[in-house]
């Protein structure tokens, strides 16, 4: 009997009875087509900790689930489903453990009733230099490679054991070939293509697979609620339950595939024409789900993901979130050289430029560049006029030799253009100063180390912050989640949204700053939005905030009049008033 697609565990904690339930889905796809598919992972592996099994099948478990969501609906504000996806090079424990450490500091930091949360897996593989790795890399190699490499070991021995020109030229051809090969053997080694083929072809569909189940098993609760009160069935009836996303590294590619596939193409909101993006999607998700919150942490896609050119595939379904964050770092190694190195092969650019990630994605300096400012850089143009605010004009990619202005890559002065880019908050963690959660120790460096942009001194700071990467040091890559302030606002951001973090901030138990206790008499959060930003600066994150979250959180606008108004902003065209 063939494996089922997902197998479901049970987040647990002996010290606390949780307010937020936890589910830990595993995907059962192996590392390698051949290998064998396994029930239960979980057990397989022999790392039950904080976790356990269900005695049930998938179908039985997801009902469970739906069933909590549905309980959480019945509260003041609709349900939230948080879904966690971590990362290339995660194994099954690391994921297990990175959810779990999610579901827990929920529960115990974050005031979030009619929340349930659900760690996703989807398989990943952990790159390790042993044995059994080099093994599989000679054995996998094609008959043409392995030739190639025999090729070029007979040939080294031959340039120094016989002196003839023409053994030394078809010896020479040998070896080159040989490099070749050598060079496609570290590719296979770092497990980058072989997870990008893993997230596309396992994890999306299967996640994917996941999110179609839950919305059936609610609406077929929803169905017997209407038959037991004698009713005819009709969705207006119920309340639609949020669906957030918190997406670090490659789960970032496949949160975003998700959604695109999920997102309803036949939706009338959501077409166009074929000469342009005249699209307005709304957020509803199937059956039962809203598209709520999507927190990017480092994500390994392309920064085009922001910007509505032709190229971008993503366009209409990251529209359709409520909320959107993205986290990221300039000294981030991962993506800087792994993923933009790995992608020189396939991704269709002819620019180095263009070639970046979306998680090396910095905030301008807005004075001098080795006197940078830090928290909310957009401040005064929001207070002044928000909908002409751009955001990709406070946007750069730094290319190592120099910084390139996303506003300046945009070549046509398109306002469609501008709007995707509007709907993100930005957070640039690259000079990010912290104390490691948990810990009491002083404050340090979390990502990387303080980077200019001159060459020179570029260069040097690229050396360092390299060695102290593969020393193990500083985790530029994953790092968000060791530093206390953007662990907090990651997890925050996700299950309570941007207003009510910024509510949590008057608490003076979350942090040493001294915070503000109450809202001003107008009840926008202005007061406390200027010290959420105090506090950043504190710790040298520079934020780009999006207007929408100016309009809605902080102004108290009307959610989709705001939308509205931002996807249709032109600079130079007069807005009609937005209404509270």
Same mark, same amino acid.
């Given at each position: ?101 999610? +579901? ?17 897996? +989807? ?73 990008? @083929? ?93 598209l709520g919150r999507l927190v990017l942490v480092a994500p390994d896609i392309p920064f085009t993901a922001i910007m509505l050119r ?36 396939? @991704? ?113 700071? @690229? ?118």
């Open positions: 009997m063939p494996s089922p697609l997902l197998v479901f565990y049970r987040f647990r904690d002996q010290n606390t009875t949780p307010a937020i339930p936890g589910y830990f889905a595993v995907s059962t796809a192996p590392d390698n087509v051949e290998d064998p598919e396994y029930n239960n992972p979980l057990v397989h592996a022999g790392i039950l900790d904080g976790v356990e099994l269900f005695n049930d099948s998938p179908e039985v478990i997801i009902r469970q689930i739906a069933a909590d969501l549905e309980a959480a609906n019945q509260g003041a504000e609709p349900a939230e489903l948080v879904i966690a996806i971590h990362g290339y090079n995660t194994d099954l424990t690391s994921a297990k453990d990175r959810h779990l450490d999610t +579901w827990r500091y929920a529960n115990r930091h974050i005031s979030a009733k009619n929340a349930v949360f659900l760690g996703y897996r +989807w398989p990943s593989e952990q790159v390790r230099l042993n044995g059994k790795t080099l093994k599989n890399v000679v054995t996998s190699l094609p008959v043409l490679l392995s030739t190639f490499l025999g090729a070029g070991i007979l040939g080294i021995v031959l340039l120094f054991t016989v002196h003839s020109l023409l053994v030394t030229l078809i010896s020479s051809v040998a070896v080159f070939l040989a490099i070749i090969t050598i060079a496609l053997m570290l590719l296979r080694v770092s497990g980058y293509f072989r997870d990008s @083929y893993r997230a596309t072809n396992f994890g999306v569909p299967d996640l994917v697979e996941l999110v179609r189940q839950l919305d059936q098993a609610v609406e077929n609760l929803h169905i017997q609620q209407a038959e037991q009160a004698g009713q005819l069935y009709d969705a207006k009836n119920f309340r639609r339950i949020k669906l957030n996303f918190i997406a670090h590294s490659m789960g970032g590619f496949v949160t975003t595939n998700v959604l695109r596939i999920l997102s309803d193409v036949f939706d009338r909101k959501s077409i166009g024409t074929i000469a342009g993006f005249e699209k307005a999607p709304d957020s509803d998700l199937g059956n039962v789900f809203r032709r190229a971008n595939f993503l366009k209409s379904s990251l529209r359709r979130c409520e909320e959107a964050y993205l986290f990221s770092n300039e000294g981030d190694l991962a993506l800087r050289i792994a993923s933009t190195a790995a992608n020189y092969f396939s @991704y269709p650019t002819s620019s180095r430029e263009w070639g970046h990630r979306l998680g090396n994605v910095t905030v301008r300096p807005m004075k001098k560049a080795k006197d940078p400012q830090y928290g909310i850089v957009n401040g005064a143009e929001l207070a002044a006029n928000p909908l002409q605010v751009k955001l990709l004009h406070y946007l750069e990619i730094n290319t190592l030799t120099k910084p390139v202005s996303l506003q300046q890559l945009e070549k046509e002065d398109n306002p469609d253009e501008e709007s995707i880019a509007n709907l993100f908050t930005y957070f640039d963690c690259t000079d990010y100063v912290d104390v490691k959660d948990g810990t009491q120790g002083r404050p340090t460096n979390i990502l990387s180390y303080r980077l200019d942009r001159d060459l020179v001194s570029n260069t040097i700071a @690229y050396i360092r912050l390299l060695i102290s990467w593969m020393s193990g040091k500083i985790d530029t890559h994953g790092g968000y989640f060791n530093g206390k302030l953007t662990k907090d606002m990651i997890y925050r951001l996700a299950f309570l949204g941007f207003q009510d973090y910024l509510k949590t901030i008057a608490d003076p138990s979350l942090f040493t700053e001294p915070m503000l206790r109450e809202l001003d008499q107008s009840g926008q959060v202005i007061p406390l939005l200027q010290e959420f930003s105090a506090l950043c600066a504190s710790k040298r994150i520079q934020i780009a905030l999006s207007p929408e979250r100016y309009l809605v959180d902080v102004m108290g606008k009307e959610p989709t009049a705001v939308r509205t108004a931002t996807l249709q902003a032109q600079p130079e065209v007069h807005q009609p008033e937005l209404k509270e």
